[in-house]
């Protein structure tokens, strides 16, 4: 089996169009989220600065800019370019353009990752997985396992998670919604605010700036909306991932929490970190900044965190700033320049849990 | 790597709730029809191949659970009901991975992909990759009918790493003449009825790649 490498990254979020201007904005003061007023309430939402009544040809748009950015980044021969396989995570696909355009305007997923694949110039296999907050994660997974087996030599994941009715009616329907604002860790922390992302990255077998250490997954199935209070899927799924990267807890320079706003799936992780590192390593959470972007979650915070990192910082977690003495916590910002073992958490509704392992490159 | 089990069902869409609760002994909880299709298969392939132990699951269809997240948008956004628990994040499919693992069967990894028909060789390529990290794949294809008088369709196989007495050889092969044109709504009904009274080797082909299977011993 060949190793594999995260060989580029691009992204779209709130916080602006592309990488450079996220990581500068991330440096400055926090950003205040919109607000959407499904189901009757004004809830704060992370959007995408891109304007544009039609819900496809703003997709297709946003899809162009970041394949843009990405193919800058990746400088791959335009042959290979064209010969990328597309493997899209999204819980939400392309509902949101029902929103307008009503029945004839919505497409089967696999039309969308069609669509999707065109606007970035790649014409290898398209397809598209839901595994609800993980999908983005479980498309790299999917990467990893075909650079690894040897059929691909680079694969194009995307997580793309856009504007619709539908998750925040839903998400509104369980009252798992904040009403005021993304609190990562926080004591007074009082659900998920959800976000827009757009996120890409390349999965390669040739070295890249990071290389992909281990990809640990477990399956929680203690509930469908979210892991065991006690942590023991997620603390199992880090030791799985700590053991296949041949790391030690005290190897681990950051970890990238999950940290999704709900009081128990926030305590899960927490646990399941202090059972496994003492200290715990510094800690980050995006969704301050990014919202919960769902099944763009896992491209979008690895995008960030990596780009964050290449320009030696560990960003601030915003909305964070009193310590729950439950969770034992303290995401922090500061210099990067020393972090070269990164362990990046992600779980979700129904039950997955994912621990990924990156090391930089020498 | 070696298949066993390879397992066709096709049940008409009016006795799916029957068979459900004939083979799990209650309604599955917050699934809906194609969540418990997939149970229904997955299931049974895993009763063929009669061994137990944690496992990976990779299933694919065309089209999903587009009939429940078209409900999910009627019921949620039109009539202003509350939409069916998970399937307002198009979880219907993903769900099936957790009610497996609830019924006793550590999963350890799990996904559904939307995928072309020509494309499935890729899965056998994908389950190759996570055999690296675990001992048996469960491989399926699932499409919920979408019109009275079609039978709903699950198939399903059990890939592992190790050879297992009556397993069938799987591995990629060179694109040749001699392999066959297959889907992915056919390859694994075709490898089934294949393997039924298998004397050489079976060569099925989709998109670039091809793949052979190897009768048992």
Redesign the interface.
């Known amino acids: 089996m060949s190793e594999a490498f995260v060989r580029a990254t691009a992204l779209a979020s709130a916080l602006g169009p592309d990488l450079d201007t996220a990581v500068e904005r991330l440096s400055g003061a926090p950003l205040a989220p919109a607000r959407n007023t499904e189901a009757g309430g004004a809830w704060p939402y992370f959007s995408i600065p891109v304007a544009g009544d039609d819900w496809m040809k703003r997709a297709e748009a946003i899809a162009r800019a970041v394949a843009e950015s990405l193919r800058r980044e990746a400088a791959l021969a335009p042959g290979e370019w064209a010969a990328l396989p597309c493997i899209i995570g999204s819980s939400s696909h392309s509902v949101g353009a029902w929103d307008k355009g009503g029945w004839a305007a919505l497409v089967p997923p696999l039309e969308f990752s069609r669509m999707l694949a065109q606007s970035f110039g790649a014409r290898g296999p398209a397809m598209l997985v839901n595994t609800a907050c993980t999908s983005g994660l479980s498309a790299f997974d999917i990467a990893v396992s075909l650079v690894a087996s040897g059929r691909f030599r680079e694969v194009l994941v995307l997580g793309v998670e856009l504007s619709n009715r539908l998750t925040v009616a839903g998400f509104a329907g369980m009252e798992l919604l904040s009403a005021t604002a993304a609190r990562p860790c926080d004591r007074a922390r009082d659900g998920l605010v959800l976000g827009e992302a757009f996120a890409a990255v390349i999965v390669s077998a040739a070295p890249g700036p990071w290389r992909i250490a281990a990809l640990a997954s477990g399956l929680d199935a203690t509930s469908l909306t979210g892991p065991a209070p006690s942590g023991e899927v997620i603390a199992g799924t880090m030791r799985v991932a700590l053991a296949s990267a041949k790391w030690t807890g005290a190897a681990v320079d950051l970890i990238k929490l999950q940290a999704g706003g709900g009081r128990l799936g926030d305590l899960a992780e927490a646990r399941a970190i202090r059972e496994l590192f003492a200290p715990p390593p510094q800690t980050v959470s995006l969704k301050g900044a990014l919202g919960h972007t769902l099944g763009a979650s896992g491209p979008a915070e690895l995008a960030l965190t990596l780009a964050s990192l290449a320009h030696g910082r560990v960003p601030a977690t915003w909305g964070f700033a009193t310590p729950d003495d439950e969770l034992g916590l303290k995401p922090a910002g500061g210099d990067g320049k020393g972090v070269s073992r990164v362990l990046f958490n992600l779980s979700g509704f129904g039950g997955n849990v994912m621990s990924l392992a990156l090391e930089k490159s020498r | 790597m070696y298949l066993l089990a390879p397992t066709v069902l096709r049940i008409a869409p009016e006795a799916l709730p029957a068979q459900v609760r004939a083979r799990f002994g209650s309604e599955l909880r ?1 699934s809906g029809a194609f969540a418990q299709l997939c149970m229904l298969g997955a299931q049974a392939c895993l009763d063929a191949a009669g061994e137990d132990g944690p496992l990976a699951v990779l299933w ?1 269809s ?3 659970a ?1 009939h429940a ?2 409900a ?2 009627d019921e ?2 039109q009539r202003g009901e ?2 069916m ?7 219907q ?3 099936a ?2 009610l497996l ?2 019924r006793a069967h550590p ?10 028909d020509e ?1 499935w060789p ?1 899965l056998l ?2 389950a ?3 055999l ?2 675990c001992e048996r794949v469960l491989v399926g294809r699932v499409e919920e009918s979408d019109s009275g008088g079609v039978a709903h369709r699950s198939d399903w196989c059990l890939l592992r790493k190790k050879p297992l007495a009556g397993a069938i050889r799987l591995e990629p092969a060179p694109q040749q003449d001699a392999s066959l044109a297959a889907t992915a709504e056919d390859w694994i009904a075709r490898v089934a009825a294949w393997a039924i009274d298998s004397k050489a080797p079976l060569l099925l082909r989709g ?1 670039d ?1 091809a793949w052979r299977f190897t009768p048992k011993k």
Do not use: K, N
Request: proline fraction near 6%; glycine fraction near 10%; hydrophobic fraction near 45%.
């Open positions: 917050r694919s065309r089209l999903g587009l997240s078209r999910a948008l949620s956004l509350p939409a628990p998970f399937t307002f994040i198009g979880m499919p993903h769900l991975g957790v693992a609830q999963v350890t990894r799990s996904a559904h992909l939307h995928l072309a494309d890729l390529s994908m190759q990759g996570w690296a990290e998109g790649q």
